[in-house]
């Protein structure tokens, strides 16, 4: 039930594909660049936010007139903000087009687990600093997010008074509070670095960034949006009064909207659960290739005596599964007996593609499963037959 | 030349050119769309090998195929910036593009050798690719 | 037919490049007067007609793949 959903599901995703390949050409298509876009709403989200941080004042009384005056004051302050502010929606959308169609697409099971891994923890940390990010602004809605998020960290059994005095930075709310979430917001900014060296460390030529026309794009969209719909902030937080109504982003609050039907605590243990899925998503399906109707051809091998090391492999292979050591004894035939190096396959990172096989002009690679000289046998066979059978 | 791909052998008693082809897993579907033999449904000329990847296939085996008497060769993979393992059909297309300059260096015909992109879906588009490939050997006389 | 297509992508494009123009002058007009979301506005307006003609170029066959 579940496979044939997940099934049903690819080939939605690809049939989406058609369809935008249809308007543009291949290698424009923005759903083959969901990293790629997210990673320029980041880049987008880190120079706005340093702009916006030169005129931010982490202080109780400060915060809110620090963000009206680059808001009324700083020329195009506004629209920076609002880039900012738009960025931030832009990546979120980016990061979930590129989980889901990772997932629909089964590009995350097996020896691709650390990517899909390292991608909920960057979801993880980028929701979070969204969220940090309303809690600067100081209103009323700031206001109420802090107080909601303070009481649903109380009530964690044992450790619970300890993290909201971590997170408010004291037993209440003071200057120190509006400091430590400058921090909260700058911090995970920082570590979604860390994390994505974990996303790319496993991948040889990442794509990072879109095709140029999606940069354009992007920017002129962020430009609009933030021109068009300026970011503003709520009326300015008091002390002791009760905010009213106002727009919810759900985006990055959902948490918060469900908190209207759920204790703070359900609502944090949903969210926990939520992630927790995710990290155990590419464990979950215990099926065999066999059973996902695949043909299971065995990891790469080296044939030792052919290695040339001539690194052609070590160069093409998409998941970094391939090292050159150096070479412990000759090759035996005549291209690998002076060999300095020699090529191995690091077995938990190999997919089977064989991306190495077609890349090694010294036969010294095969698929166990489909061999060479098979594969040359059913061409010859295939450019050889005699007058075909009429169909 | 410029008949339908279709056609019998009948038509031609030298019979269309003969073309073998790679086909990435990925790529077109291929339940229903290749004979027991191998061999395209509706095109008995035309054998497709299916392939893990399309960056699975050695230029050498392109170049035996022309060899052993094909008279074109191609191999399918995802659409450009598709490839499940990212990156299998961009290196496949520079392989291929080096095997053409090889080939002219050699007084082979370049365009025997084609390399194509299509989705799980896109199997009409495929195999109109491949006629089109097909009639294009036989209008040069590729078939050798 | 494929000339016919590449004309008028071509034709297209010119008239979204003379777009962006007018684009140019509304941004030197929001700066000029105090207008300042019209001028970001309108480079963003011009920064989303430069996609649109990058692929216009490219399905005329201006532009190669890579």
């Known amino acids: 039930m579940y496979r044939r959903l997940l099934l049903s599901l690819q080939s939605a995703t690809l049939r989406l594909d058609t369809v935008l390949n249809r308007v543009l050409p291949q290698d424009f298509n923005p759903l083959y660049y969901t990293g790629g876009l997210a990673n320029l709403f980041l880049t987008i989200l880190v120079v706005s936010g340093i702009l916006i941080f030169l005129y931010y004042e982490p202080s109780l009384e400060g915060a809110y007139a620090s963000v009206e005056f680059l808001t009324r004051d700083v020329p195009y302050g506004v629209v920076f903000r609002g880039i900012h502010r738009y960025a931030a929606d832009a990546y979120m959308v980016a990061i979930l087009l590129h989980l889901f169609r990772n997932w629909f697409t089964d590009r995350y099971r097996e020896a691709r687990d650390s990517q899909w891994l390292s991608g909920m923890f960057l979801l993880v940390v980028s929701g979070f600093a969204g969220f940090t990010g309303y809690l600067l602004v100081w209103d009323e809605r700031a206001q109420l997010l802090t107080s909601l998020t303070a009481q649903a960290l109380r009530s964690v059994p044992l450790v619970g008074g300890w993290l909201a005095r971590v997170f408010l930075g004291g037993p209440g709310v003071s200057d120190t509070t509006l400091s430590r979430f400058l921090y909260l917001h700058v911090g995970p900014a920082m570590t979604v670095y860390v994390l994505l060296w974990w996303h790319y460390v496993r991948l040889r030529h990442p794509k990072i960034w879109p095709p140029a026309v999606w940069v354009l794009f992007s920017l002129g969209l962020l430009f609009i949006l933030a021109s068009a719909l300026p970011a503003a902030s709520g009326r300015p937080a008091q002390p002791g009064a009760t905010p009213g109504g106002f727009a919810v982003d759900w985006f990055f609050l959902w948490p918060y909207v469900l908190a209207r039907w759920l204790a703070p605590a359900w609502a944090m243990v949903l969210v926990g659960a939520l992630v927790a899925y995710g990290m155990v998503i590419p464990y979950t399906l215990r099926e065999t290739p066999e059973q996902r109707g695949l043909r299971a051809l065995g990891q790469a091998v080296v044939v030792e005596e052919n290695c040339t090391g001539c690194e052609l492999c070590y160069y093409d292979c998409p998941y970094n599964a391939i090292y050159m050591v150096p070479s412990p004894y000759p090759g035996k035939s005549r291209a690998a007996a002076n060999r300095k190096l020699l090529a191995v396959v690091v077995d938990s990172r190999c997919v089977e593609c064989g991306i190495c096989i077609g890349a090694c002009p010294f036969e010294a690679l095969e698929l166990p499963r489909m061999l060479e000289k098979d594969v040359q046998q059913r061409i010859r066979r295939g450019a050889q037959v005699e007058a075909p059978v009429p169909s | ?144 | ?66």
């Open chain 2, 1 to 144: 030349m410029g008949t339908a791909p279709e056609r019998t052998p009948q038509a031609n008693p030298q019979g269309p050119a003969r073309v073998v082809g790679f086909l990435c897993d990925w790529a077109v579907r291929s339940e229903g769309l290749l004979n027991a033999d191998d061999t395209l449904v509706g095109m008995p000329h035309v054998t497709v090998i299916r392939v893990p990847c399309s960056g699975f296939v050695k230029p050498a085996w392109l170049e035996l195929a022309l060899r052993s008497g094909a008279a074109g060769t191609f191999v399918c993979g995802c659409p450009m910036g598709d490839c499940l393992n990212r990156e299998g059909n961009w290196i496949m297309e520079g392989r291929i593009d080096q095997l053409r300059k090889r080939l002219s260096r050699q007084k082979v015909d370049p365009d025997r050798v084609a390399f194509f992109a299509f989705g799980l879906h896109e199997r009409e588009a495929f195999l109109q690719a491949v006629a089109e490939f097909v009639n294009r050997l036989a209008g040069s006389g590729g078939n050798r």
């Open chain 3, 1 to 66: 037919m494929r000339k016919d297509r590449s004309t008028w992508h071509f034709a297209l494009a010119g008239f979204l490049a003379v777009l962006a123009l007018a684009g140019v002058a509304l941004m030197v007009y929001g700066e000029w007067f105090d207008q300042r979301l019209v001028a970001s506005g309108a480079l963003g307006v011009i920064l989303v007609l430069y996609a649109a003609i990058v692929v216009l170029f490219r399905k005329a066959g201006l532009t190669a793949e890579e």
